[in-house]
């Protein structure tokens, strides 16, 4: 063997090995990409962010409609429970009634009726009692009922029918409700009941107007607004027919309300609506601007708190929307009952 042979074999021996599988199994990382690679990547990765968003909100959906079910569960529990309750409640009050009444005996029971009914009773027999609450449209006997106890039931029949018989007023015609200028102070209870019966007369004929249009109209914008600034006007107006009602109406705007009411059933609307405004605006100077700016005064700034020219519209809140409501009905009237001079209609 020669030295040259010698070092080759010595030089194979040191040098190392390359492994086999890196330059089989793994590529070379490539120093440039597609861009239809690039897009493919970005595609991956959007569709994987999109799985996991949806399954996300299933999983918070789920979550959701679990905890709505909990909750009516828990709800419709407790309203059974309550019920349960309040039946065990009425139940044993009904017990505890029984049993007293059967302690105390039927005797105890017409006692504690009181001693008054055995003196009026005396007074009627028990056929006279049917007789009127027969007439009267009452049943004539109650189960357990005694004549002591018709007789007080027969009363108080009575005393509550001549209430409301006291209470109720006949209904006035359209010439009953015309205001003569000489009662607004002579006789305030006759004006009193003409101002509540032709406000209500001006309502009803509202109302009916309203009823009477076609169905396209009540179901446009401008049909439902009407509507509803009738429905609007009559709540606002309780307060005056209860002031109507008492009698108690302030003497300023009863004295007001008295004039627009005789000028609108005299059709002249523009001078009731000059009351109106008499009556919510005033005639006191408003204070428009700088009022004092040095020591002395300005022209007729003394006018601006005189009294008795105030307006009442902005007293309080009631007092506002039924000032408001009246102006309301006249509008309506001048369209109801037109005047025959087409300057009296407001603008």
């Known amino acids: 063997m020669d030295f040259a042979s010698i070092m080759a074999a010595e030089i194979s021996k040191k040098r190392k090995p390359e492994p086999a599988s890196k330059s089989s199994a793994e590529p070379a990382p490539k120093k440039y990409m597609k861009r239809s690679e690039l897009e493919a990547q970005r595609r991956r990765e959007y569709e994987e962010e999109q799985k996991r968003l949806e399954k996300e909100r299933r999983e918070r959906a789920e ?9 009516r569960n828990r709800r419709e529990a407790t309203k059974a429970k309550q019920k349960q309750l309040a039946e065990e409640k009425r139940r044993r009050k009904e017990e505890e009634e029984a049993k007293r009444l059967e302690k105390e005996g039927p005797l105890a029971k017409e006692g504690s009726d009181g001693s008054d009914g055995t003196n ?33 039931r027969l009363k108080r029949l009575l005393a509550a029918s001549e209430t409301k018989n006291r209470e109720a007023t006949p209904p006035l015609s359209e010439e009953e409700m015309v205001l003569g200028p000489d009662d607004i102070l002579d006789d305030k209870d006759k004006v009193y009941r003409q101002l509540a019966a032709w406000f209500a007369l001006v309502l009803s004929e509202w109302d009916i107007a309203l009823e009477s249009r076609p169905a396209a109209l009540k179901a446009s914008f401008q049909g439902k607004a009407a509507a509803n600034s009738m429905i609007q006007a009559k ?19 009863y004295t007001k309300v ?8 005299a059709r002249r609307y523009v001078r009731a609506n000059d009351v109106y405004l008499r009556l919510s605006i005033g005639n006191a100077a408003w204070p428009i601007g700088v009022t004092m700016v040095g020591i002395h005064e300005r022209s007729a700034r003394e006018k601006l ?18 000032l408001q409501s009246i102006k309301r009905c006249l509008s309506f009237c001048q369209t109801r009952w037109p005047p025959e001079d087409p300057l009296q209609l407001m603008g």
Do not use: N, W
Request: net charge negative.
């Open 63 to 71: 979550r959701k409609r679990q905890e709505e079910e909990e909750e």
């Open 120 to 152: 009026g009773s005396e007074s009627m027999t028990e056929t006279e009692a049917i007789e009127k609450l027969r007439s009267m449209g009452e049943p004539a006997r109650l189960f357990a009922e005694t004549h002591v106890q018709r007789v007080r």
């Open 235 to 253: 709540a606002y107006m309780v307060p005056l027919f209860r002031h109507f009602k008492q009698k108690d109406l302030h003497e300023d705007i």
């Open 258 to 265: 008295c004039e627009i009411v005789v000028e609108a059933q």
């Open 305 to 322: 708190h005189e009294k008795g020219l105030a307006a009442h519209i902005m007293s309080d809140e009631v007092t506002r929307k039924f």
